[in-house]
């Protein structure tokens, strides 16, 4: 649990970095190469995501529709804004 933890901390540490230059130093004007990047960075993440729910004995596939469905029930409940787990 604590690699695939910090694997994810660390892999979306650095794509907020990248979104970090994109509007300092590029104004947030998004090219290829940027959006490329980007694009990897969040496949570390995905990868890291999928180790973690694997080592909680699921597959990704489920964990994504248990949110999917979390954030439908949200949205028909008119509970998409606002803070907690379980609104």
Do not use: P
Request: charge should be positive.
């Amino acid at each position: 649990l604590v690699n695939a933890t910090l694997g994810i901390a660390g892999e979306a540490g650095e794509f907020a970095d990248k979104i970090k230059k994109l509007y300092r130093d590029k104004h947030g004007k998004l090219d290829a190469e940027t959006k490329k990047n980007l694009l990897y960075e969040l496949g570390d993440i995905l990868w890291y995501m999928a180790k973690m729910a694997g080592n909680l004995g699921v597959k990704f596939d489920i964990v994504a529709k248990m949110n999917l469905d979390k954030l439908f029930s949200r949205k028909k409940r008119g509970k998409l804004t606002g803070s907690g787990d379980h609104r």
